[in-house]
Protein backbone atom coordinates (compact mmCIF):
# COMPACT_ATOMS: atom_id res chain seq x y z
CA UNK A 1 0.00 0.00 0.00
CA UNK A 2 3.15 2.45 0.94
CA UNK A 3 4.40 1.35 -2.25
CA UNK A 4 1.48 1.97 -4.33
CA UNK A 5 0.78 5.43 -2.66
CA UNK A 6 4.19 6.47 -3.20
CA UNK A 7 3.82 6.02 -6.90
CA UNK A 8 0.62 8.27 -7.04
CA UNK A 9 2.94 11.08 -5.38
CA UNK A 10 5.45 10.45 -7.89
CA UNK A 11 2.95 10.83 -11.09
CA UNK A 12 1.21 13.94 -9.19
CA UNK A 13 4.36 15.19 -9.15
CA UNK A 14 5.81 14.13 -12.80
CA UNK A 15 2.17 15.37 -14.04
CA UNK A 16 2.83 19.44 -12.00
CA UNK A 17 6.18 19.35 -13.14
CA UNK A 18 4.84 18.96 -17.21
CA UNK A 19 2.11 20.98 -16.72
CA UNK A 20 5.14 24.15 -15.37
CA UNK A 21 7.45 23.55 -18.20
CA UNK A 22 7.70 25.80 -20.91
CA UNK A 23 5.37 25.75 -23.98
CA UNK A 24 7.75 25.77 -27.18
CA UNK A 25 6.40 29.77 -27.92
CA UNK A 26 8.57 32.71 -28.25
CA UNK A 27 7.07 35.33 -26.82
CA UNK A 28 8.25 38.96 -28.61
CA UNK A 29 7.38 42.11 -26.22
CA UNK A 30 8.52 45.08 -28.56
CA UNK A 31 7.65 48.53 -29.91
CA UNK A 32 6.61 49.81 -33.06
CA UNK A 33 9.81 48.12 -34.68
CA UNK A 34 8.04 44.99 -34.44
CA UNK A 35 4.66 45.71 -34.60
CA UNK A 36 5.13 45.91 -38.54
CA UNK A 37 4.67 50.00 -38.42
CA UNK A 38 3.17 51.54 -41.45
CA UNK A 39 3.65 47.74 -43.33
CA UNK A 40 0.52 44.91 -43.13
CA UNK A 41 1.53 42.49 -40.43
CA UNK A 42 2.31 39.58 -42.40
CA UNK A 43 5.42 41.40 -43.80
CA UNK A 44 6.33 42.08 -40.14
CA UNK A 45 9.40 40.66 -38.91
CA UNK A 46 7.50 38.68 -36.26
CA UNK A 47 5.12 37.56 -38.29
CA UNK A 48 8.13 36.10 -40.98
CA UNK A 49 9.33 34.28 -37.92
CA UNK A 50 6.47 33.04 -37.34
CA UNK A 51 6.46 31.30 -40.83
CA UNK A 52 9.65 29.81 -39.83
CA UNK A 53 9.20 28.57 -36.62
CA UNK A 54 5.75 26.91 -37.69
CA UNK A 55 8.25 24.95 -40.62
CA UNK A 56 10.48 23.17 -37.47
CA UNK A 57 9.52 19.85 -35.92
CA UNK A 58 8.06 20.57 -32.98
CA UNK A 59 7.28 23.57 -34.33
CA UNK A 60 7.19 26.51 -32.24
CA UNK A 61 4.75 29.30 -32.41
CA UNK A 62 5.02 33.46 -31.65
CA UNK A 63 3.23 35.39 -29.81
CA UNK A 64 3.37 39.26 -30.79
CA UNK A 65 2.64 41.30 -28.07
CA UNK A 66 4.51 44.44 -29.27
CA UNK A 67 2.39 47.99 -29.29
CA UNK A 68 3.41 50.79 -31.16
CA UNK A 69 5.06 53.11 -28.62
CA UNK A 70 5.89 51.14 -25.96
CA UNK A 71 7.98 52.49 -23.64
CA UNK A 72 10.52 50.28 -21.30
CA UNK A 73 7.96 51.06 -18.50
CA UNK A 74 4.96 50.04 -19.97
CA UNK A 75 6.54 46.77 -21.47
CA UNK A 76 7.87 45.95 -17.33
CA UNK A 77 4.07 46.39 -16.09
CA UNK A 78 2.91 44.51 -19.15
CA UNK A 79 4.89 41.48 -18.95
CA UNK A 80 4.20 39.80 -15.80
CA UNK A 81 0.54 38.64 -17.73
CA UNK A 82 2.00 38.01 -20.44
CA UNK A 83 4.48 35.14 -18.79
CA UNK A 84 1.65 34.12 -16.42
CA UNK A 85 -0.94 33.83 -20.09
CA UNK A 86 1.80 32.06 -22.76
CA UNK A 87 4.70 30.24 -20.53
CA UNK A 88 7.17 31.22 -23.62
CA UNK A 89 10.03 28.88 -23.59
CA UNK A 90 11.76 32.11 -25.36
CA UNK A 91 11.20 35.61 -24.54
CA UNK A 92 12.25 38.65 -27.07
CA UNK A 93 12.62 42.14 -25.36
CA UNK A 94 12.69 44.72 -28.28
CA UNK A 95 12.47 47.82 -26.11
CA UNK A 96 14.05 51.02 -25.37
CA UNK A 97 13.96 52.92 -29.03
CA UNK A 98 10.84 54.80 -27.15
CA UNK A 99 12.77 55.82 -24.15
CA UNK A 100 15.83 57.13 -26.03
CA UNK A 101 13.54 58.94 -28.69
CA UNK A 102 11.79 60.95 -26.00
CA UNK A 103 15.53 61.47 -23.79
CA UNK A 104 14.50 59.74 -20.87
CA UNK A 105 16.57 58.66 -18.23
CA UNK A 106 19.07 55.59 -18.83
CA UNK A 107 18.98 54.48 -15.52
CA UNK A 108 14.92 54.30 -15.53
CA UNK A 109 15.69 51.99 -18.79
CA UNK A 110 17.97 50.03 -17.30
CA UNK A 111 16.26 49.61 -14.00
CA UNK A 112 12.99 48.33 -16.59
CA UNK A 113 14.95 46.08 -18.69
CA UNK A 114 16.43 44.54 -15.42
CA UNK A 115 13.25 43.91 -13.91
CA UNK A 116 11.91 42.09 -17.24
CA UNK A 117 14.57 40.18 -17.85
CA UNK A 118 14.44 38.99 -14.65
CA UNK A 119 10.88 38.46 -14.15
CA UNK A 120 11.22 35.86 -17.65
CA UNK A 121 14.03 33.98 -16.20
CA UNK A 122 12.41 33.25 -13.13
CA UNK A 123 9.88 31.36 -14.88
CA UNK A 124 12.95 29.43 -16.66
CA UNK A 125 12.26 31.29 -20.30
CA UNK A 126 15.43 32.33 -22.16
CA UNK A 127 16.22 35.79 -22.88
CA UNK A 128 16.89 37.67 -26.00
CA UNK A 129 17.95 41.49 -25.84
CA UNK A 130 17.23 43.48 -29.14
CA UNK A 131 19.47 46.48 -28.84
CA UNK A 132 18.69 49.78 -30.75
CA UNK A 133 20.78 52.80 -31.97
CA UNK A 134 19.78 56.53 -31.98
CA UNK A 135 19.85 59.11 -34.33
CA UNK A 136 23.76 61.05 -34.44
CA UNK A 137 21.70 64.14 -33.29
CA UNK A 138 21.34 62.74 -30.00
CA UNK A 139 25.09 62.89 -28.90
CA UNK A 140 27.92 60.37 -28.48
CA UNK A 141 27.03 60.65 -24.71
CA UNK A 142 23.55 59.40 -24.82
CA UNK A 143 24.09 57.02 -27.52
CA UNK A 144 27.37 55.49 -25.78
CA UNK A 145 25.35 55.07 -23.13
CA UNK A 146 21.70 53.34 -24.58
CA UNK A 147 24.54 50.80 -26.32
CA UNK A 148 26.39 50.02 -22.57
CA UNK A 149 22.72 49.65 -21.26
CA UNK A 150 22.31 46.79 -23.33
CA UNK A 151 25.83 45.23 -23.33
CA UNK A 152 25.84 45.63 -19.74
CA UNK A 153 22.64 43.81 -19.02
CA UNK A 154 22.82 40.93 -20.94
CA UNK A 155 26.19 40.64 -19.33
CA UNK A 156 25.18 40.61 -15.69
CA UNK A 157 22.16 38.64 -16.85
CA UNK A 158 23.62 35.86 -18.66
CA UNK A 159 20.87 36.68 -21.38
CA UNK A 160 21.58 36.48 -24.83
CA UNK A 161 22.02 39.96 -26.95
CA UNK A 162 21.64 41.48 -30.49
CA UNK A 163 23.29 44.86 -30.39
CA UNK A 164 21.84 46.48 -33.01
CA UNK A 165 18.36 45.18 -34.51
CA UNK A 166 18.56 47.67 -37.64
CA UNK A 167 21.96 46.83 -38.51
CA UNK A 168 22.63 46.57 -42.60
CA UNK A 169 18.93 48.47 -42.66
CA UNK A 170 18.76 51.30 -40.98
CA UNK A 171 21.35 52.96 -43.42
CA UNK A 172 19.84 52.13 -46.69
CA UNK A 173 17.32 54.35 -47.88
CA UNK A 174 15.73 51.61 -50.35
CA UNK A 175 15.09 49.14 -46.73
CA UNK A 176 13.70 52.26 -44.37
CA UNK A 177 10.42 53.85 -44.35
CA UNK A 178 10.56 58.19 -44.92
CA UNK A 179 10.53 58.65 -41.31
CA UNK A 180 14.26 57.02 -41.18
CA UNK A 181 13.01 55.17 -38.10
CA UNK A 182 11.10 51.57 -39.25
CA UNK A 183 11.72 49.43 -42.24
CA UNK A 184 9.85 48.84 -45.26
CA UNK A 185 8.78 45.69 -46.36
CA UNK A 186 11.33 44.94 -48.22
CA UNK A 187 13.92 45.64 -45.40
CA UNK A 188 11.94 43.21 -42.64
CA UNK A 189 13.65 39.97 -44.16
CA UNK A 190 16.81 41.23 -43.16
CA UNK A 191 15.67 42.47 -39.95
CA UNK A 192 14.58 38.88 -39.01
CA UNK A 193 18.24 37.59 -40.35
CA UNK A 194 20.03 39.71 -37.86
CA UNK A 195 17.39 38.48 -34.93
CA UNK A 196 17.71 34.66 -36.14
CA UNK A 197 21.58 34.98 -35.75
CA UNK A 198 20.92 35.00 -32.01
CA UNK A 199 17.75 33.72 -31.68
CA UNK A 200 18.56 30.41 -33.02
CA UNK A 201 20.97 28.68 -29.92
CA UNK A 202 17.83 29.28 -27.72
CA UNK A 203 15.66 27.16 -29.18
CA UNK A 204 17.31 24.43 -28.35
CA UNK A 205 15.95 23.04 -25.55
Request: proline letters at 6%.
Amino acid sequence: MRRFLCLLLWLAGAVVAVQAAPARTVLVLGDSLSAAHNIATEQGWVHLLEVRLGKMAPPWSVVNASISGETSLSGRNRLPALLATYRPAVVVIELGANDGLRGLPLNQLRDNLVAMVSAAQATHARVLLLGIELPVNYGPQYRDGLRAVYADLAKQKHAALLPFLLDGVALDPALMQADGLHPTAAGEPKVLQNVWGALQPLLRL
